[in-house]
């Protein structure tokens, strides 16, 4: 009895400091907030996996965006939201100095793979993106053109024998194994046979790797110190050996057989060696005069997975949700095939500029990464107590901010009947009357992704090589309109996108 006593007088005592302590944190500052629930804060349905958080964070961002910038709850944590593209345009750029982490930590002895340019912070950081500069210029790109061709033309020749039965087809499967395959051959220096072979353990690594559940995440950004202690990491064990062993040989491998290619795993042997990369047009005094140490073998193969990981699953989920729209909207699909032949006939063969030229493509994925950004959300923390402009706001230090992407795409009072795919929104004269920072797929700012230009590259050459030769339509069972799985942190549709493929 008295034990039951006790434990009463704990969680009353627990509850009352959670509700009139930790959740007066907002309240205190003038700040219009949600209502937090003790002890989860706002993040109930997150916690139990009811809801997808970009679609959380969307939900949120429609019932309190007229308030510009409001208060949430994680747990015990207090975050701010972003809902004012003036603001974020604050934040991301204007004010960077005050906001350029991303506030996730990660311990490099216990998560390796995880010390990469997209996570680490502060001076290592800058020091890091300044090394990265000049490994995705244009040139470089257009040197790997070849590799993500040839992956490409191997996809379309796999999936011959579908078109020719009319059958159905996982679209996020198959690019799912062509965007591996590339990115084996360009940061791992390997030839994977993913496309042919469902079984080849790169896919098997990327596939193990991705089933992080968010749970998994919210605790490793609200107790990265209890995590440490216990000494839990993020990623699988098995799969970040995998891929730390795999690149040490294989630069090994390079070093004996003096193999240089024109790849990004070159390019990290050159910051491995050098701690710069060649530039395409300035001189290398020039990059010394600017950078520091050379990269260590777990500093690159850190930054190869990142790579691995952003090329792998945000181009295979672009070119998988661009299929399923034109799949939905014949006439889009037509349009685009009709650009595809005639630039295809003029230049001869699939090229970087024929690539380039291919202008309604371009639509067509920019407003695929409208609808389905591949990351929902943004993140920072404040690193300097600062003012923000026109809210009376002062953001103190150490709060994490959340620019919720997916709720911003889909503002109807931005993008007017935002459920409907429309290449068209992104015509010169439409994007003119937009806020610049009203369409952020890939963030904005210092820290905006440094590898967006070869996985729009990557996605593109796949969906030419498949729009050339195939015709995509619907199959039932995939759901209309799609539904997301709600444990997953990027938009993973339940049941998979299946379409129709049939020979043109």
Not at 407 to 422: A, K, M
Not at 423 to 451: S, T
């Amino acid at each position: 009895m008295v034990l039951i006593q006790l434990i009463i007088i704990a969680l009353s005592a627990l509850y009352i400091y959670y509700k009139y302590v930790i959740f007066n944190f907002w309240r205190k500052r003038n700040v219009v907030y949600i209502e937090p629930v003790v002890p989860t804060g706002n993040i109930t349905a997150l916690i139990r996996g009811k809801k997808q958080i970009g679609v959380f964070l969307h939900d949120a961002y429609m019932k309190y965006k007229e308030h510009r910038a409001f208060g949430m709850y994680g747990l015990f944590k207090p975050y701010f939201i972003i809902a004012d593209p003036d603001l974020i345009k604050v934040i991301l750029t204007e004010k960077f100095t005050s906001f350029h982490d991303r506030g996730i930590h990660f311990n490099p002895q216990l998560n390796p793979l995880f010390d990469n340019l997209f996570c680490i912070n502060g001076e290592r950081w800058q020091d890091l993106r300044a090394k990265m500069t000049h490994t995705f210029t244009k040139a470089k790109i257009k040197q790997m053109f070849p590799i993500v061709k040839e992956c490409s033309e191997r996809l379309a020749k796999y999936l011959e024998s579908k078109a020719q039965t009319r059958d159905s087809v996982q679209m996020k499967d198959m690019f799912a194994r062509y965007t591996i395959d590339v990115i084996m051959s360009t940061a791992f220096g390997m030839t994977s046979n993913c496309i042919e072979d469902p079984n080849d353990e790169c896919l098997i690594q990327g596939k193990k790797f991705l089933r992080i559940k968010i749970l998994r995440f919210i605790l490793f950004v609200s107790l990265p110190k209890i995590m440490d202690f216990f000494s839990i990491s993020l990623a699988d064990r098995e799969t970040t050996s995998f891929f730390m062993n795999m690149f040490r040989e294989n630069v090994e491998r390079r070093k004996i057989d003096n193999i240089v290619t024109n790849d990004f795993m070159n390019l990290l042997i050159q910051l491995m060696e050098k701690g710069y990369v060649n530039p395409d047009d300035v001189k290398k005094t020039d990059v010394k005069s600017t950078i520091n140490e050379p990269l260590t073998m777990a500093e690159a193969t850190a930054q190869a997975f990142a790579f691995f990981f952003a090329g792998f699953e945000s181009s295979a989920a672009t070119a998988t949700f661009a299929l399923y729209e034109l799949a939905q909207n014949q006439d889009i699909q037509d349009n685009v095939r009709e650009e595809i032949d005639e630039t295809l006939a003029k230049h001869g063969d699939l090229t970087y500029e024929a690539i380039d030229e291919m202008k309604y493509l371009e639509k067509v994925i920019n407003e695929t990464l409208r609808k389905y950004p591949p990351l929902p959300m943004l993140n920072r923390i404040c690193t300097e107590t600062t003012d923000l402009p026109t809210v009376n706001i002062r953001v103190p230090k150490g709060i994490p901010i959340v620019i919720p992407v997916l709720g911003l795409h889909r503002d109807p009072s931005i993008y007017p009947d935002p459920e409907r795919f429309d290449p068209e929104r992104f015509a010169a004269d439409e994007k003119a009357k937009r806020h610049n920072y009203a369409f952020l797929p890939f963030g904005e700012g210092q820290r905006k992704c440094i590898g967006l230009r070869f996985g729009n590259i990557q996605t593109k050459i796949g969906l030419v090589s498949l729009l050339s030769k195939y015709r995509f339509k619907p199959h039932s069972q995939t759901a209309v309109p799609l539904i997301f799985n709600e444990k997953s942190f990027g938009l993973a549709v339940k049941g998979g996108v299946y379409l129709v493929i049939e020979p043109r």
